[in-house]
């Protein structure tokens, strides 16, 4: 039973590896341990622990009904789940459904026997505790870092994962995913279900009232869902809606006097819990251990409120990890946090003031000690590098604990404190650092400039030796003596720490006149008089020295392990004869007591050597690692075991007292309290440091280890089967037990500990630390590390003469008189040849020709083993060097070593062994070294052809470029090379970087442009011409500039052209087609690009036609003017632009093509505008127009027109540059294009027209829908034509057209007479093939009828005069044509209803009519104008 106690640091990064039950007891996951602790508003204690998992525990949950609230669920990285009753802390049931590492689990608020867990691969298992049913889903494949159950709906469950995405599934439906929540980018931390059911307590935008479109995670109105990420961001969800309804983003808060900054990368954990009855309150945890409370009804931006802003202090000082409430018994509500400083705190959830801390340890403890002077003040060392300084006897505080990290950067493994000053506490840590700590103050700590090499374990207090006690007579002074795991003691004077320690093996060296090797110290005690000091060594030996000249009185010899600890008995209110009592234990589990009054009362003449005890205290079943004497009573020790007892004993009677089991692991350190003499403090390896009674213990003596139990069985059966029934003396024992069997059960133990200990908790940010058990030298050390690295043992170069050492100890000892009669006789014994034979090994140890026939022997023999590496090794170490070249060469088996060596053969050797070592590694594959070494022997070239037949071209070239001038051809040769073989291989720009190195700007540009893609396009140009190449350059930049242009990037494609100034012609038509795709957007006939950059100027910006608009623009911009010379005159402009080609016009080219092949005719124009050149004008106007029309895009080619001849004359080109047209000089083309514009006007009239007489409805193009918009239409049409269409009343065009069209129907009838015919010869009657027969039916309907009177003659006779008809033509009308002479007639008579047309044009309609409308539609639709 015990009293208070230090717990085990909470795992850190875990969701929820800590949680409260109803009745306020909270359960704790620390390391493999779930620790628990009785909560209240005042005060808490731990309770006890929960012990069986392998690994960490990564997550822990109460059940939350109130009839099983005693029972808990735990996780682990060991992949178990297991069920206990924290009542009675046992273990109910054991799962194991994962097959990875557990990271979650919980158990579900809705359902008194659902539990889930997941693990990292994203496996979600659900756990029935009643039934011990699994049910196994796996919603996403990814890492699962937190999950938590709705408490409304056992189905729903809300599952978070590393990368940011949060899952709800419905468990009813296998695991179904309902929603998948995106908005965070990193972990998510930590999940949080709003306690009350509904979606209508926070405040929410309109939107989010919105039907939902899914089926909520929880019951039918859904409920809030809160998520912390590392994004640093809190996020609100609707699971009713699937989405996210409010973001929180975390305060940055100003702490120790400065700010965070938002720009630095902080590491986070981010918490949230969402208090039961609160359901618009929720806390979260902030960047530097901070808790929040946030207000989300509250409007504004600041919506949270501090937890801990009472006083200085409250709040935890590092990320908090994880938070859990419970409403008490008295009716408050506290909340207890668990964070990444090792603290436990309990919050009030009404005052946000914190009520207690709860320190904890992260590591073992090594050493605790009370101060002489301050009574309850005591001190622990500890593995987290931390030092703690606990006032035990603070009545306002129970946990009353300060913590010192300053100048410690490793585990503290010893502390003393001084005798006299208050306060002054020494230290020694696990890096050989001695320091003392003023814990009275601030300061850092003053640390000694001697270090020890390896873990210090043990710090006195003592006076001073000499040299340090010269001068110091009459003075109460101390000195520091630290003893360390190298085997030295060093004596650290105190008030010069930066002063150079002073090793007391020099004193005792000289004083005693010792000659030979001290045994290595382990530890020593200064009797509390200062008088004599005692020494325990590493054999197992104690010396007892006299102050101050370190005089020898006695040696302990009843030891034979390594000295863990010493201590002296106490000098005040005990009988004399006990002063003298000094109390040892070691490795080999008993504690001896040795009385030394009489030898230090009556100090020998030499020094005596004791051999038996004064009392032997038996029962610990492991090494003993620490001993107290009690300060109360008289021959009353506790020592501490690695069985993981405390054992109280009465010495003088060498009776056990009590003895205590509380803790979970071996025991480090043991401690008599000053204050209370029923009262022990222990510490060990779980992490823990407990207070315990010793009157209140249940057991009096250790139990017996089970493995040393096993160990002994297993040792009894192997003798006895060995003995063959015969009958050997009894084999010595200690305590009980045999004597090697304590050595390997201390071995079993430690080793199991180590590994344990490598697991252990909170070691996630840095690499796992193997503690080192305390007393560890470097020979006894090894024995209680893990064999975790285990290396191959080296095979012996010299195995014969080895063997021979390995015979039995008979033949060993005549060895050695062997030996001595070869040395020293001058008749060695008969047959006896030193390195031959059975006298093999003594070659070692004679002359030198024994040493070469030993070696002649071992070589054989390796050379039988196949061991040739050691049989060059062996004529190396003899001298013949080039033998052992020659051997390794022939087996292959050359070296860096033996190369380094070749030169001392001579330089011939050398060269020939690099050349054999070149071939070896070139057959191993490591080319970069077989070339190095053939630079060695100034072989370039071939160390070159290397490089480069491995293709290896990399290296090759920066040899040759270290190597050999700049103009060498073998480096362009390589560079080409190279470039092949990268650019096969698609690396193009690497192989552009080859041609560029190799002088081949061409082929570089070239390489780098077969991407064709924008940029590659773009950069080659650039490429070729900043190398000169102008042309390739050109044609480049115009191949890119085209590309980004047909992606409507037009901003890019200027950018191109503008670095190649003679392709200014070219930018000025990328100008003419971004403003025309402008212009045709704006109007609504051209649906806008999706990814497009335009120029500020690409808009008409009020102009009346598009050429006035362009030409001010080329000015402004583009400094283009009547007056520009040079390459930038028009003329050279327009010759460059001539050069430009573009294919047939067709009506299957994109719409976005077409406009860039039209601008190219209409830049012309443009430019042919600007020199005068109206003949050329127009016919570059016409071929634009043509081949907007020619695409079959009627609104386009309208808006088109009226764009550039908005009143409809094509005479009139610009009003504000007074620009008439002479239409004289290209008559045909004019002609045709005006009679383009008159068409598109013709049809502007007519759905006008269709309008007033059709009513508003009939409105296109969202014209105005009221009556004044009615009445405004009926007006302008009942003004006549506002054009001239005599111009589309063309008879010449008429007659062209019907000469075509009875061209097409006469070739459509031929070509049905010959398929007829050729069906007819192959025996294919209609009634043969019914399918063909419909085809061809509907094909030939036409000439049925009159396939008597025509024949195939008259059709090719009719053929012939068309043909002739149309040559007569003029070629100008056949070059320019106009619109469909007779649809227009139809559509001027039609208008003629309701607008006025003169007589002149109707009557010359209607002729034209009667006279080129022939076909039966045509017909049909004139009967009402021709009657």
Request: hydrophobic content about 35%; aromatic content about 8%.
């Amino acid at each position: 039973m015990r009293e208070r106690s230090l717990p085990a640091s909470p795992n850190w990064y875990s969701s929820r590896c800590s949680d409260v039950s109803s009745s306020g007891l909270l359960g704790v996951g620390a390391k493999n341990v779930i620790y628990l602790i009785e909560v209240s508003a005042a005060s808490c204690r731990v309770t006890g622990e929960l012990v069986g998992h392998r690994d960490l525990v990564s997550g822990f949950s109460f059940c939350q009904h109130p009839e099983q609230s005693h029972i808990c669920v735990s996780s682990s990285t060991d992949g178990s789940v297991r069920f206990w009753d924290s009542n009675n802390k046992t273990l109910i049931r054991k799962n194991a459904p994962h097959q990875s590492p557990i990271s979650a689990v919980h158990w579900s608020p809705a359902d008194k026997n659902l539990v889930v867990s997941g693990d990292e691969k994203g496996v979600v298992v659900c756990h029935w505790f009643h039934t011990d049913d699994t049910a196994i889903f796996f919603p996403e494949p990814r890492t699962i870092f937190c999950l938590t159950c709705s408490p409304h709906s056992w189905k729903s469950v809300a599952v978070g994962y590393k990368d940011g995405m949060i899952v709800l599934i419905d468990i009813s439906k296998k695991g179904e995913v309902i929603h998948r929540l995106r908005g965070h980018d990193n972990e998510i931390h930590s999940l949080a279900w709003s306690p009350l059911i509904g979606e209508d307590t926070l405040y929410t935008t309109s939107e989010d009232h919105d039907a939902t479109n899914g089926v909520s995670a929880g019951e039918e109105s859904g409920c809030f869902l809160a998520s912390g990420s590392k994004d640093q961001t809190v996020r609100i969800w609707s699971t009713a809606k699937g989405k996210g309804v409010m973001t929180l983003k975390l305060p940055f808060l100003k702490r120790r006097g400065s700010a965070v900054d938002p720009g630095v990368k902080e590491r986070i954990w981010l918490n949230v819990h969402w208090p039961k009855g609160r359901a618009t309150q929720l806390v979260s945890s902030c960047f530097s251990g901070e808790l929040a409370m946030w207000d989300l009804a509250k409007t504004g931006k600041q919506k949270w409120s501090l937890f801990g802003t009472s006083s200085e202090g409250q709040n935890h000082s590092r990320i908090v990890f994880n938070m859990s409430s419970v409403q008490l018994q008295d009716g408050r509500e506290i909340l207890i946090s668990t964070s990444m400083d090792r603290e436990i705190k309990c919050w009030d959830m009404d005052s946000l003031s914190c009520c207690w801390t709860l320190p904890t340890l992260g590591g073992h403890v090594y050493t605790l000690s009370f101060s002489p002077v301050g009574v309850g003040c005591l001190a622990l060392g500890v593995g987290d590098n931390l030092i703690r300084v606990w006032n035990t006897l603070s009545t306002q505080n129970q946990y009353d604990v300060r913590s010192f990290w300053q100048g410690i950067k490793s585990k503290v493994t010893a502390l003393a404190w001084h005798p006299k000053k208050e306060g002054s506490l020494a230290f020694g840590t696990d890096d050989g650092k001695v320091g003392i700590y003023d814990v009275f103050s601030n300061k850092p700590p003053q640390i000694s400039s001697s270090y020890h090499r390896k873990t210090v374990y043990t710090l006195a207090w003592g006076p001073p030796v000499p040299p340090l006690s010269f001068g110091a007579e009459g003075k109460q002074s101390y000195s520091l003596y630290s003893c360390a795991g190298e085997g030295i003691i060093l004596q650290h004077e105190p008030a010069r720490l930066n002063g150079e320690a002073s090793d007391i093996d020099k004193l005792i060296r000289d004083t005693n006149n010792i000659q030979h090797k001290l045994s290595p110290h382990t530890d020593l005690s200064w009797k509390p008089d200062g008088k004599v000091v005692a020494i325990g060594n590493e054999d197992g030996s104690i010396d007892v020295y006299q102050a101050p000249s370190l005089l020898l009185l006695c040696s302990i010899q009843q030891h034979h392990k390594i000295i863990n600890t010493l201590r002296w008995h106490h000098d005040h209110g005990a009988a004399p004869e006990l002063h003298c009592l000094l109390a040892s234990g070691s490795s080999n589990a008993i504690v001896y007591i040795h009385d030394l009054r009489s030898v230090i009362e009556n100090p020998p003449e030499s020094p005596a050597v004791l051999t038996e005890p004064y009392r032997r205290l038996c029962g610990h079943t492991a090494k003993i690692t620490s001993v107290a004497w009690s300060p109360h009573h008289s021959g009353r020790l506790v020592t501490a075991s690695y069985d993981g007892t405390a054992q109280v004993w009465d010495v003088l009677e060498e009776a056990a007292v009590s003895n205590y089991r509380g803790h979970t692991g071996y025991l480090l350190c043991v401690d008599w309290s000053p204050a209370d003499p029923d009262v022990i403090w222990t510490g060990g390896k779980d992490f823990t440091v407990q207070e315990w009674k010793v009157s209140q213990q249940e057991f009096t003596k250790p139990p017996k280890g089970k493995k040393m139990v096993m160990m002994q069985e297993k040792k009894q059966k192997k003798k006895n089967k060995m003995a063959s029934g015969s009958v050997g003396p009894a084999e010595p024992k200690i305590n009980g037990e045999p004597a090697t069997e304590g050595k390997q059960a201390e071995q079993a133990l430690s080793e199991e500990d180590e590994e344990e200990e490598v697991r252990s908790t909170n070691s996630l940010e840095s690499p796992a630390v193997i503690e080192v058990p305390r007393k560890s030298t470097p020979a006894a050390k090894l024995k209680d590390k893990p064999d975790l690295m285990k290396k191959k043992k080296p095979r012996s170069m010299l195995p014969l003469s080895t063997s021979m050492d390995h015979r039995p100890k008979e033949e060993l000892l005549q060895d050695c008189l062997t030996l001595a009669s070869v040395k020293h006789s001058s008749a060695p014994p008969a047959g006896c040849v030193p390195g031959q034979g059975d006298y093999i090994h003594l070659g070692l140890f004679h002359d030198r020709e024994a040493l070469h026939r030993m070696f002649e022997a071992e070589e054989e023999s390796h050379v039988e083993a196949g061991h040739y590496d050691s049989v060059v090794y062996l004529r190396l170490w003899s001298g013949d060097l080039q033998g052992a070249l020659q051997l390794a060469t022939e087996r292959g088996e050359l070296s860096d070593h033996l190369l380094s060596i070749a030169p001392m053969a001579g330089f011939e050797v050398w060269s020939r062994t690099v050349e054999a070592f070149v071939k070896q590694l070139c057959l191993q594959e490591q080319f970069l070294k077989a070339a190095s070494h053939l630079l060695s022997i100034n072989k370039l070239y071939e160390a070159v052809d290397l490089l480069r037949s491995n293709k290896l071209y990399r290296e090759a070239i920066a040899l040759v470029k270290a190597r050999l001038p700049a103009d060498q051809p073998l480096l362009k040769d390589l560079y080409t090379c190279w470039a092949a073989v990268l650019e096969k291989d698609g690396h193009l720009s690497a192989a552009a970087k080859c041609y560029l190195g190799a002088g081949c700007s061409f082929d570089a540009a070239k390489v780098i442009a077969r991407k064709n893609d924008a940029p590659s396009l773009r950069t080659a140009a650039d490429l070729a011409r900043i190398s000169g190449e102008e042309v390739l350059g050109q044609t480049l930049a115009l191949r890119c500039a085209k590309d980004l242009a047909a992606a409507q990037d037009w901003v890019g494609a200027q950018g191109v052209l503008s670095s190649q100034s003679p392709l200014l012609a070219h930018r000025l038509h990328l100008c003419v087609a971004e403003l025309l795709a402008a212009a045709l957007e704006d109007s609504g006939v051209l649906a806008p690009a999706s990814c497009v950059s335009t120029h500020p100027w690409a808009n008409l910006n009020g102009y009346n036609t598009f050429q006035d608009r362009a030409r001010d623009i080329w000015e402004e911009e583009f400094n283009v003017c009547l007056n520009s010379a040079g390459d930038r005159s028009i003329s050279a402009l327009l010759e460059e632009l001539k050069s430009v080609e573009t294919p047939a016009r067709s009506a299957s080219i994109p719409l976005r093509q077409v406009l860039l092949y039209s601008s190219v005719h209409l830049t012309r124009s443009l430019l042919s505008w600007l020199l005068s050149d109206d003949r050329r004008l127009l016919t570059e106007l016409w071929q634009a127009a043509a081949w907007i029309g020619d695409s079959g895009h009627f609104e386009v080619s309208a808006t088109f027109c009226r764009l550039l001849f908005p009143e409809g004359d094509v005479r009139i080109f610009s009003r504000k540059h007074s620009t008439t047209l002479h239409l004289s000089e290209a008559e045909a083309e004019a002609g045709s294009l005006q009679a383009v514009v008159c068409y598109h006007r013709l049809y502007e009239c007519w759905w006008r027209d269709s309008v007033v007489q059709n009513g508003p409805s009939f409105c296109i193009n969202d014209e105005p829908n009221d009556q004044a918009g009615a009445a405004e239409l009926k007006e302008r049409c009942s003004q006549g034509l506002d054009f001239e269409p005599s111009a589309l009343l063309s008879e010449p065009h008429a007659t062209c057209q019907a000469a075509q069209r009875s061209v097409r129907e006469t070739q459509e009838r031929l070509s049905t007479m010959v398929l007829q015919h050729s069906r007819v010869q192959d025996g294919r009657t209609d009634s043969g093939n019914q399918q063909e027969g419909s085809q061809s039916q509907t094909a030939t309907s036409d000439v049925e009828q009159g396939s008597e009177e025509e024949t195939f003659l008259s059709l090719s006779s009719k053929m012939s005069k068309l043909q002739q008809t149309l040559e007569n033509i003029p070629n100008t009308i056949k070059m320019f044509p106009r619109p469909d002479v007779v649809e227009c007639c139809l559509v001027l008579l039609h208008l003629d209803k309701s607008s006025s047309v003169s007589d002149v044009l109707r009557q010359q309609a209607k002729d034209l009519l009667q006279k080129y409308g022939t076909s039966l539609p045509v017909l049909k639709a004139s009967r009402g104008f021709l009657t």
